[in-house]
């Protein structure tokens, strides 16, 4: 099948900095798919590659195996919901909406209704007449994908949609995109510097740091398997065990992760494991992260706040499965 | 514990007043913020409504008055005689002639500032802006007089401009300009096109500055959203630049509209020997001694504004703001 969008050794250079470098990529229709990467990992230059909003120095993009290299993103069926939302200050949210349809030449009364349709699909009706400056944050979230989506794009950007709400508005969008997405079959494509958000909504995600591709697969891929010590730290802060203390506990010279809660914590001072010294504690809520110093690393566990907690200051034992112990792609 | 952590512990939670007068005032007015606004509002507001405004109404007032024919005093009772003489066709044709100029060169500083006014709000960055507002700017640093005088040597029969034509061989197209009924003249200094070309020229920054001021204040991914929503170039001008633009346009028209409207030199030095209402105003409150009239014809831009902000705001020009 062809792929929705399909980039082969693109790059794009500012000057001397390389933003994205000789990415390949492959984003299957009707899929959802994550760009997670910190700021400046080259996530947002790849969707605005796609939008057309930026041209590849070198490489090629195909969208629906179409060459969309040098194609203005005004002749792109591809429909971006910005950072800030970008809403027309000086229209109201109804010819926000139906602005795509607008500009496309629709008549009036079919432009209204298709934007009386997309605000009720993004649980907006009625609110039509308003101006984007009377509506709050969530609001204007759901009108520019309403806006977005009534143009019936064949591939939707996000571009970190959700930065600016709090936090249990996050959590509720994140479940209406999904389901969005489901009900409507379009590919979306969505960039985060969130982990959380991209393992919870993504169907697959491509991690992204210095420009470049650092793994890209399904979340459990991502969050079980890191490719590299880049990976296992940026997605859900796992601990990244060096060569030398890989072969005294696990029996290999290589690097390799271990999740935060994998790692038990026994109240004792000798045994079998790994000796450490209780450094601190965060208390998270269900859990309670504990900080330790061992073989001269820091460590993190993830423990039950309901059972017993070590203090700082106490030397305790570690001990872990070793099939828990994840060994990385990365040479030694 | 840490030096800063001793020292903090010690610090007082409430610091003592600066003291002196200006302490004991600047506590007072913190604690009264209307009084703030008085003291700071009653100055220019003295100077905006008697100096001003006063004076304004005082102009108005003199135009409700009449000149008495026989004596050439001014009479001073309530009539709209005065009024009534602005519409005799001499006078007719002056205000008619004033605001068609104005309108023009409204009009054509608006397209010649446009582009401008975007590079300078979008692409230009550090020392190129600088650049820029050092060439808009630069202009007005010398005497309007000097300007002036200077297009009329420009424009002359034997100036820079015929010169020019001359050399690329297109003498034809000046004179057949120039052989135009209205627009045409003997030369392009006692035309009204040397009349418009100067009034551009002098009215250009005010123009290009709100124009530019306005742009910039349109974020940058409005843009790139409309032309993701499918907008080509010309539909995101006219649909997304353009209307939140407008407020600047409509605040550089105003400039050049009335500047144009008020002026008596430029078309006294460049231009057919026909007047505008500044010249009006200038002849009659001067050697005729019609104070009344004058004071009539200096009413006609005022309303004409009025009529024309009315219309931009009817027409929505104001709804980005």
Known sequence: MTPAVSFTKVSRHFGSVRAVDAVDLDIVEGEFFAMLGPSGSGKTTCLRLIAGFEQPTSGRIEIFGENAVGVPPYRRNVNTVFQDYALFPHLNVADNVAYGLMVKGVGREERSRAADEALALVKLPGYGARKPGQLSGGQRQRVALARALVNKPRVLLLDEPLGALDLKLREQMQEELKSLQKQLGITFVFVTHDQGEALSMADRVAVFNDGRIMQIGSPQEIYRRPATRFVADFVGSSNILPPDFMQRYAGQRRWGSLRPEHIRILAQTAGDGVPARVAALNYLGAGTRVSLDAEGLRLHAVVDSGGALPSPGDDVVLTFNRDHVHVMDEPA | ?321
Do not use: C
């Open chain 2, 1 to 321: 514990m840490s030096a800063l952590a001793a020292d903090t512990r010690h610090a007082p939670a409430i610091l003592a007043g600066r003291g002196g007068v200006f302490g004991a005032m600047s506590d007072w007015v913190w604690r009264h913020p209307t009084m703030f606004l008085v003291l700071m509002l009653t100055p220019p507001v003295l100077w905006l409504g008697i100096i001003y405004i006063g004076s304004l109404f005082a102009l108005l007032l003199q135009s409700f008055f009449a000149i008495d024919e026989f004596s050439g005093l001014i009479n001073r009772d309530f009539t709209l005689k005065t009024y009534g003489e602005l519409f005799l066709p001499q006078n007719v044709d002056i205000v008619v002639r004033t605001v068609l100029m104005a309108a023009l060169v409204t009009v054509a500083s608006a397209i010649v500032a446009f582009p401008i006014a975007y590079y300078a709000a979008r692409y230009a960055k550090g020392k190129w802006k600088a650049a820029f507002y050092l060439g808009v700017m630069l202009p007005l640093w010398s005497s309007y007089l000097v300007k002036v005088y200077a297009w009329k040597l420009i424009l002359a029969k034997e100036g820079i401009l015929n010169w020019i034509f001359a050399k690329l061989h297109l003498t034809f197209v000046l004179d057949a300009w120039l052989a135009l009924p209205i627009v045409g003249g003997n030369s392009l200094s006692v035309s009204y096109t040397g009349t418009f070309l100067v009034f551009l020229y002098v009215w250009m920054p005010f123009m290009i500055l709100p124009m530019q001021a306005a742009l910039e204040r349109v974020p940058g991914n409005l843009i790139e959203a409309s032309a993701d929503l499918g907008a080509a170039p010309r539909q995101t001008f006219r649909n997304v630049i353009l209307p939140l633009a407008m407020p600047g346009v409509i605040a550089g028209s105003i400039f050049t509209f009335s500047l144009t409207m008020g002026d008596y030199i430029i078309p006294q030095i460049i231009g057919t020997s026909r007047l505008f209402i500044g010249q009006a105003v200038y002849a009659h409150q001067g050697t005729a001694g019609n104070i009344p009239l004058a004071a009539a014809f200096t009413v006609v831009p005022i309303v004409v504004m009025g009529f024309y902000l009315w219309f931009a705001k009817r027409q929505g020009a104001f709804d980005a703001l």
